[in-house]
């Protein structure tokens, strides 16, 4: 006679990345954790009026939460608000910014795996953007420490196709090779080439030393903010194998700012 094992419960912080709709009344719900990486579950009943776990799992908030796990979706209930992060929702450039870097955190997670330094990331890069005018730096920042994290550092000192030392000068950045190359180098496989001038190269460099207080200080240019822009971006994108969804909320939201 076998005996069923007895469904695990445990509490756990996480910051939602993502809610869905579930029949008439239910939402399913999407975290990162520090402990059990990404985690999804079902709050039953949590688009009922005058219910107990509703408000506190709404996108972006940081939240305790009990969890039981099951074969499929896990049970989510005794719900509670640690950080409410209201003014990244209050604030569209802000909250475009938080939906970015929140779908990239889930991407980058996986199930039932210790999360800690992205978890940590994650949370220290959205109390920033709730400070920080300089939003840019701040996403470029996370872009940045997230590849890191995950092992895919841009190489920015030698040559990705010959491995000489790169010299100060503009160069050329491959998102299938993983760095820069060499404005003299002859590429030998077909790549898509992104220009990457000398102070990006700098900027580049330091946003991989720099803390997140001297990110959201950072003075960049506006042609220097681009190449960032698209070479950090190509960069996950072929990590990832895919675009996000909310990238071109975001290219919106910034491009209606800057014509204002």
């Not at 869905?20 to 059990?36: C, F, K, M, Q």
């Not at 049970?75 to 450039?93: H, V």
């Not at 909310?246 to 700012?257: G, H, I, Y």
């Given at each position: 006679?076998t005996?069923?094992?007895?469904?695990i419960?445990?509490?756990?912080e996480?910051?939602?990345v993502?809610t869905?709709n579930?029949?008439e009344?239910?939402?399913?719900?999407t975290?990162?954790?520090?402990?059990h990486g990404?985690?999804?579950?079902?709050a039953k009943?949590?688009r009922?009026p005058?219910?107990?776990?509703?408000g506190?799992l709404d996108m972006?908030?940081?939240?305790?939460v009990?969890v039981r796990?099951?074969?499929?979706?896990h049970?989510?209930s005794?719900?509670s608000t640690?950080?409410?992060?209201?003014?990244l929702?209050?604030?569209?450039?802000?909250?475009?910014r938080a939906?970015?870097i929140?779908?990239?955190s889930e991407q980058?997670?996986?199930?039932?795996?210790s999360?800690?330094?992205?978890?940590?990331?994650?949370?220290s890069?959205?109390?920033?953007?709730?400070?920080?005018?300089?939003?840019?730096?701040i996403?470029r920042?996370f872009?940045?420490?997230?590849l890191?994290?995950s092992?895919f550092?841009?190489e920015?000192?030698r040559?990705?196709?010959?491995?000489?030392?790169?010299?100060?000068?503009?160069h050329?950045?491959s998102a299938?090779?993983?760095?820069l190359?060499s404005?003299?180098?002859?590429?030998?496989?077909?790549t898509?080439?992104?220009?990457a001038?000398?102070?990006t190269i700098?900027?580049?460099?330091?946003?991989?030393?720099?803390?997140l207080?001297?990110?959201k200080?950072m003075?960049?240019?506006?042609e220097?903010?681009?190449?960032?822009?698209?070479?950090l971006?190509?960069?996950?994108h072929?990590?990832?194998d895919?675009g996000?969804?909310s990238e071109?909320?975001?290219d919106?939201v910034?491009s209606?700012?800057t014509?204002?």
């Amino acid at each position: 006679m076998t005996t069923k094992r007895r469904p695990i419960t445990y509490t756990t912080e996480g910051v939602v990345v993502r809610t869905s709709n579930l029949g008439e009344a239910d939402r399913i719900i999407t975290l990162v954790t520090p402990i059990h990486g990404l985690v999804r579950g079902v709050a039953k009943a949590s688009r009922k009026p005058g219910s107990k776990i509703g408000g506190h799992l709404d996108m972006l908030k940081h939240v305790s939460v009990s969890v039981r796990e099951t074969s499929t979706l896990h049970g989510l209930s005794q719900a509670s608000t640690l950080n409410g992060f209201r003014k990244l929702r209050d604030d569209l450039e802000r909250f475009s910014r938080a939906s970015y870097i929140s779908e990239i955190s889930e991407q980058f997670s996986v199930e039932n795996g210790s999360n800690q330094p992205l978890f940590r990331l994650l949370l220290s890069v959205l109390e920033a953007l709730e400070t920080t005018t300089n939003t840019d730096m701040i996403t470029r920042f996370f872009e940045m420490r997230l590849l890191q994290l995950s092992g895919f550092q841009p190489e920015m000192s030698r040559c990705v196709e010959t491995g000489v030392e790169l010299k100060p000068a503009n160069h050329l950045y491959s998102a299938e090779r993983g760095g820069l190359l060499s404005n003299q180098a002859k590429p030998v496989i077909e790549t898509a080439l992104l220009p990457a001038s000398l102070n990006t190269i700098k900027l580049l460099r330091f946003l991989s030393k720099a803390k997140l207080m001297n990110a959201k200080v950072m003075k960049v240019g506006e042609e220097e903010k681009r190449q960032l822009s698209r070479i950090l971006r190509a960069q996950i994108h072929y990590v990832l194998d895919r675009g996000l969804r909310s990238e071109a909320f975001m290219d919106e939201v910034r491009s209606k700012k800057t014509e204002t």
